[in-house]
């Protein structure tokens, strides 16, 4: 199984950049992981939330393959502990999924599309975080899946 992190727009704050590439790194021994960024919608400013969360969506629904298993990192999804999360990838992993993607939105969330495409959603806090932090909150948090799952000491509970 392959997992992807799609989002919307670059990282430019290049400590997360350098963050997320040790993770990305780290990641190469357990599983296929990639990041996709997609463009960030131009001249906003323009634009109503809701158009602009649809021509997002449109975007990200090009993106996903049929067959892929697409979870949304929604604050309105499910709350794992570290713990779980590792057993939700395990759980993913053993059903035969070719890919596994995980979607960052943008800034006003999910387009409809979006959310009816969806195959599920997780909350990585109750707590709002700019959407870069979110990639690496993830991608460490996905490493930490990986270590969980192997029983090695980088989880501590």
């Known amino acids: 199984m ?16 350098n963050a997320i590439t040790e993770y990305q790194k780290r990641l190469k021994f357990y599983i296929s992981f990639e990041i996709e960024e997609l463009p960030d919608i131009k001249n906003t400013k ?3 939330e809701e158009v602009q969360k649809q021509k997002e969506g449109e975007l990200l629904l090009k ?11 929604d604050d ?3 709350e ?12 993913k992993s053993v059903a035969g999924l070719k890919r596994l993607v995980f979607v960052v939105g943008g800034p006003y969330g999910f387009s409809q599309d979006v959310y009816a495409r969806a195959n599920g959603k997780v909350s990585l806090s109750k707590m709002t975080f ?3 932090m979110v990639r690496l909150i993830f991608v460490e948090q996905l490493y930490r899946a990986m270590t969980i799952l192997r ?6 509970e």
């Open 2 to 17: 392959k997992i992807t992190l799609i989002t919307v727009g670059k990282t430019n704050n290049l400590n997360f950049k």
């Open 46 to 48: 323009n634009l109503t």
């Open 63 to 73: 993106s996903f393959q049929e067959s892929d298993e697409v979870i949304l990192l």
């Open 76 to 78: 309105k999804g499910v």
């Open 80 to 91: 794992y502990t570290s713990v779980a999360f590792s057993s939700f990838i395990e759980k």
């Open 130 to 132: 700019s959407h870069q």
């Open 151 to 156: 029983g090695e000491p980088y989880h501590h």
